[in-house]
């Protein structure tokens, strides 16, 4: 499973920075059957968080009508430089994270 | 007296629109039940929510949805969580987004499926408590969710 993840390099202290995300995932809805008419199980990502500076900044819920390789994009007040991370998890419960350097100066 | 009949009726007409989402209303029962969900049943106003959404979509897998509420986003005045819902899919929850006063800028994108033409709707949640909301209308040519 790969991920984009966008993050500005650098920001001035306070600026408003956009940060992307785009994770490969099928996102199954469960409503769907297969050849074999039996449904094709559920396997969608349901929360994708993002923290910086040791708080929570941003989440979101995401449902089956959400489209495969999700993508977000939403804002952020830089701070203080640190790492922008993001912690996604899909309906079993497996957790991934990753995450970019985001220098403030 | 005159004008002040005139003031009080500008008043009643031209305030603020206070819109309930009443069961007699044309959306779907079981979207209605998910926004009570997320509002408790308080009231909803319509306003301050942006929703861009293309009106005609070719391809219903794959909708470019834009939400913006018109908020400073300060430590005392910001949006909590933004809801959209969907009237005609399987579930009516499509997304939800929490954001905080560290978003700055209460925008977020993404992409969604819809499952034939509908009205889809944006509701906030913002610091204060109070709710607002956006809806706008799509139409959908090849619908999500029909082939494996």
Known sequence: ?105 | MILTRRTTLATLIGGPLVLRFGPAAATPETMQTAIDGFTGGADITEGRVTLRIPLLVENGNSVPLTVSVDSPMTPDDFVEQIAIFNEINPLPDTARFHLTPRSGLATVETRIRLNGSQTVHAIARLSDGSFWSAATEVIVTAPACREV
């Open chain 1, 1 to 105: 499973m790969s991920v984009l993840i966008n993050v500005p390099e650098t920001a001035a202290p306070g600026e408003i920075v956009t940060i992307r995300i785009l994770i490969q995932h099928p996102m199954e809805t469960g409503f769907r059957t297969g050849r074999d008419g039996a449904l094709v199980p559920r396997d969608i990502i349901e929360s994708v968080a993002c923290l910086y500076q040791g708080e929570e900044v941003f989440r979101a819920d995401l449902f089956p009508a959400i489209t495969a390789n999700p993508i977000l994009s939403f804002h952020l007040r830089a701070g203080e430089t640190g790492r922008v991370e993001f912690v996604w998890t899909d309906n079993s419960g497996v957790t991934a994270r990753d995450g970019r350097l985001l220098t403030v100066a």
